[in-house]
């Protein structure tokens, strides 16, 4: 995997990591994981034991999905704010 033996066999000796491991563990504890290997996507869905790559790809593509969301513009129609193109900037006239 390309990692140094001796470094890794420091750091797994060390405390170096123990605060970040026992937050993933009590993290898994909340979220009930049972197994592994178990995926959290933007910590909304999960996905539990060996999956084909489909799985994967339709689960992606919904979270993809739901987070393209429309941008609606916070001015009324026709109002216009600063605008900022090629290097340089407008302000629009207040009548």
């Given at each position: 995997m390309g990692l140094d033996t001796s470094e890794t066999h420091v750091v797994l000796k060390s405390?170096?990591?123990?605060?970040?491991?026992?937050?993933e563990e009590a993290k898994a504890q909340s979220l009930q994981v049972r197994g592994v290997p178990y995926f959290v996507i933007n910590d909304k869905y999960?996905?539990?034991?060996?999956?084909?790559?489909?799985?994967?790809?339709?689960?992606?593509?919904?979270?993809?999905?739901?987070e393209k969301q429309e941008l609606k513009p916070l001015a009324n129609e026709?109002?216009?704010?600063?605008?900022?193109?090629?290097?340089s900037c407008e302000i629009p006239n207040e009548s």
């Open positions: 405390e170096a990591f123990s605060d970040q491991v026992r937050s999960a996905l539990s034991g060996a999956q084909p790559t489909d799985v994967f790809v339709r689960a992606l593509k919904q979270v993809l999905d739901e026709g109002e216009q704010g600063a605008a900022c193109s090629d290097g």
